[in-house]
């Protein structure tokens, strides 16, 4: 039952993820935004969600995953439900913030729960259900175009979305999440590991951080890089997220029922290596045709990298296992925020193809820090000598063996 209720939140966290993103052609022109203002609007969501994603660390420590999980959902039902109300971009924004808020509880509580299930570092339930995200992630785009054509447009899909949410949160209240309400053991770092695992955390951070950069960054402005730059018709443009997610969703499922194996560095090396190429492919030919299965193949790149990682920290971090995993997610939090804003940005100051450089720029960075957790996981841990107490409760250094 437990395993039912995160994999139903992820799913309707993949449904809301890409949600502006495939509007966001039509917001745009109804609004009157500029592309930094809306990189802006972006970005306060992703705010939103890096603070969460590291705060929610703390409570799921304390309090456990279930009212975590509970209160994501009820957010993101709240934001989506108003957001588009009133034209004003402040307005938006804060509503956007909550929805941020609500990504980041229900991310970092899934993922949470499953390490908790799956241990020892295998990597088929958490590469099941990212791709479970992926499949709302490429549904919610086709829903989107076929909103535009009715009369209440994007706005009906965010208000559908918004109730799945509402029914989702008070649903959840009903589950026992017995067995990972808390974390199992103490949950402090080994201090025997410290220095080499710290290493590879921040490589990990380091990871997400250019990979969601570069994977929300592509996301959320591909439908308007149809329009503008290939000029297809809005309801082509929002299908160009779900083929993007269609590649991710493709390559979520043939990692999860294909690979077997725990050579995570080398999955993660191949993975940035593809998406390295085809993206930057993808951007200079002028077919829109030839550019979506370039954008197809760059999705099968991204696919695992996520899962991967969190599966690299349950494996190497046993205990400070929720701390460990708010620290990484916060990667992903500072790439959206950071990746969507600059797009936007470069693009009103250059053009949208300079934008999306950005993103092309990051999957290079990717697969230099794929080189170097593989070196990191390689590498043993350097063990700290450990100290004793003695008879009037000082502590003393080992002795050492030599002379025995």
């Given at each position: 039952m437990i395993?039912?209720?995160v994999l139903?939140?992820?799913?309707?966290?993949?449904?809301?993820?890409?949600?502006l993103?495939?509007?966001?052609?039509?917001?745009?022109r109804e609004?009157?935004?500029?592309?930094?203002?809306?990189?802006?609007?972006?970005?306060t969501?992703?705010?939103?969600?890096?603070?969460?994603a590291?705060?929610?660390?703390?409570?799921?420590?304390?309090?456990?995953?279930?009212?975590?999980?509970?209160?994501?959902?009820l957010c993101q039902?709240?934001?989506?439900?108003?957001?588009?109300?009133?034209?004003?971009?402040g307005?938006?924004?804060?509503?956007?913030?909550?929805?941020?808020?609500?990504?980041?509880?229900?991310?970092?509580?899934?993922?949470y729960?499953?390490v908790?299930i799956?241990?020892g570092?295998?990597t088929r339930?958490?590469n099941?259900?990212?791709a479970?995200?992926?499949?709302?992630?490429?549904?919610?785009?086709?829903?989107v175009?076929?909103a535009?054509?009715?009369?209440?447009?994007?706005?009906?899909?965010?208000?559908?979305?918004?109730?799945?949410f509402?029914?989702?949160?008070?649903s959840?209240?009903e589950?026992?999440?017995t067995?990972i309400?808390?974390?199992?053991?103490?949950?402090?770092p080994?201090?025997?590991?410290?220095?080499a695992r710290?290493?590879?955390?921040?490589?990990?951070?380091?990871m997400l951080?250019?990979?969601?950069?570069?994977e929300?960054?592509?996301?959320?402005?591909?439908a308007?890089?149809?329009?503008?730059?290939?000029?297809?018709?809005?309801p082509?443009?929002?299908?160009m997220?779900s083929?993007l997610?269609?590649?991710i969703?493709?390559?979520?499922?043939?990692v999860?029922?294909?690979?077997?194996g725990?050579?995570h560095?080398l999955?993660?090396?191949?993975?940035?290596?593809?998406?390295?190429?085809?993206?930057?492919?993808?951007?200079v030919c002028?077919?829109?045709?030839?550019?979506?299965?370039l954008?197809?193949?760059a999705g099968?790149?991204y696919?695992?990298?996520?899962?991967?990682?969190?599966?690299?920290?349950g494996?190497?971090?046993?205990?400070?296992?929720?701390?460990?995993?708010a620290m990484?997610?916060?990667?992903?939090?500072?790439g959206?925020?950071?990746?969507q804003?600059?797009?936007?940005?470069?693009?009103?100051?250059f053009?949208?193809?300079?934008?999306l450089g950005v993103?092309?720029?990051?999957n290079?960075v990717?697969v230099?820090?794929?080189v170097?957790i593989?070196?990191?996981i390689?590498?043993?841990p350097?063990?700290?000598?450990?100290?004793?107490?003695?008879?009037?409760?000082?502590r003393?250094?080992?002795p050492?063996?030599q002379g025995?």
């Open positions: 395993r039912g209720v139903g939140s992820f799913l309707l966290f993949g449904l809301s993820l890409p949600l993103h495939a509007a966001l052609p039509e917001v745009i609004f009157g935004w500029r592309y930094t203002a809306t990189g802006g609007l972006l970005a969501g992703a705010g939103a969600y890096l603070l969460t590291y705060a929610a660390g703390m409570v799921c420590q304390r309090f456990g995953p279930k009212r975590v999980l509970i209160g994501g959902l039902a709240a934001g989506f439900g108003l957001f588009g109300v009133s034209p004003v971009l307005h938006n924004m804060m509503l956007y913030a909550l929805v941020g808020v609500g990504h980041g509880a229900v991310e970092l509580a899934a993922n729960s499953i908790q799956e241990r570092g295998k339930l958490m099941f259900m990212h479970v995200f992926a499949v709302g992630a490429v549904a919610t785009p086709l829903g175009s076929a535009l054509a009715t009369a209440a447009g994007w706005r009906l899909a965010f208000r559908a979305l918004a109730g799945l509402a029914v989702a949160g008070l959840a209240a589950v026992s999440f067995g309400e808390r974390p199992v053991g103490p949950d402090r080994r201090r025997t590991a410290r220095p710290l290493g590879l955390l921040i490589l990990l951070f380091a951080l250019a990979y969601v950069g570069s929300m960054g592509l996301s959320a402005w591909i308007e890089y149809y329009v503008r730059v290939l000029g297809t018709t809005k082509l443009a929002a299908k997220v083929l997610w269609g590649g969703l493709v390559g979520r499922f043939a999860a029922w294909l690979y077997h725990r050579r560095g999955l993660l090396l191949g993975l940035t290596v593809t998406t390295a190429v085809a993206m930057p492919l993808a951007m002028r077919s829109a045709l030839l550019a979506a299965n954008f197809f193949i099968l790149g696919s695992a990298v996520y899962p991967t990682v969190i599966s690299v920290v494996r190497h971090f046993r205990r400070g296992q929720s701390m460990a995993i990484v997610s916060a990667g992903g939090g500072v959206s925020l950071a990746g804003f600059a797009i936007g940005a470069v693009a009103d100051r053009d949208l193809l300079a934008g993103a092309a720029g990051l290079v990717m230099l820090l794929a170097g593989i070196v990191a390689r590498r043993p350097r063990r700290v000598p450990r100290s004793h107490t003695d008879r009037n409760g000082q003393a250094p080992t050492s063996r025995r």
